[in-house]
Every structure is written in structure tokens, then in C-alpha cells.
Nanobody, 118 residues
Framework: QVQLVESGGGLVQPGGSLRLSCAAS???????????MSWHRQAPGKERELVAV???????TYADSVKGRLTISRDIAKNTVYLQMDNVKPEDTAVYYC?????????WGQGTQVTVSS
């Protein structure tokens, strides 16, 4: 059974940086080469929104609101996907979720809280 486990959230000041990690436990070494991985976030009182996607081929795409500030990457050997957050803003405050998808198989992590505040 594959489980996605996020980590790295916390409190950061505006303009600061944070790196989130999403580890796939119980997954084979080819998991990230076969699954589209993505980061989503949900702020209080708002719907969950897509932040960034990385395809099995390694191509990353981003929501307009985070382009140039957030970067998605992966380490296949470590079965881990990352979200590097730079120049963070208060509006980045949310619970961040990792998702993996291949056809009808969808996996979600439990989420990690990111709070941007001075």
C-alpha cells in the first residue's frame, strides 16, 4: 500500500523560503516515473487548488499565482517530490497536499501546514 507523507511545513516570514517534501512509502522505485505528481493547497474557507504538477517525464507546470516563486522537483532514487517555496507571501498560507495519479489510481498525503506571517 502506497502512502504519501508530506513534511517541511512551518512558520516562515514573508519573503522567506521553505522546502516541502513528499515521500512515497511502500512504493516501487519506478513510482515517480509512472505517476503524475502534484502539489495542492487549501487555505481556510477556500477550495483546494492546484499549485504545481510534474509529469512522469519530469516537466513542471505551475499555477499563475506561484510562477517564478515555487518550484516542483523530484528525486526518483529517494522516491520524493519537493516543492521549493521562495519569496513567500501571506497568501501562500495554507495546508499543502501532495498527490500522485496514474489512470484511476490516486493517492493523497495528509497535508502539511505552511504559515507565512511576520
Amino acid at each position: 500500500q502506497v502512502q504519501l507523507v508530506e513534511s517541511g511545513g512551518g512558520l516562515v516570514q514573508p519573503g522567506g523560503s521553505l522546502r516541502l517534501s513528499c515521500a512515497a512509502s511502500g512504493a516501487s522505485g519506478s513510482f515517480f516515473s509512472l505517476h503524475t505528481m502534484s502539489w495542492h493547497r487549501q487555505a481556510p474557507g477556500k477550495e483546494r487548488e492546484l499549485v504545481a504538477v510534474i509529469t512522469p517525464g519530469g516537466t513542471g507546470t505551475y499555477a499563475d499565482s506561484v510562477k517564478g516563486r515555487l518550484t516542483i522537483s523530484r528525486d526518483i532514487a529517494k522516491n520524493t517530490v519537493y516543492l521549493q517555496m521562495d519569496n513567500v507571501k501571506p497568501e501562500d498560507t495554507a495546508v499543502y497536499y501532495c498527490k500522485g495519479r496514474r489512470a484511476l489510481n490516486v493517492y493523497w498525503g495528509q497535508g502539511t501546514q505552511v504559515t507565512v506571517s511576520s
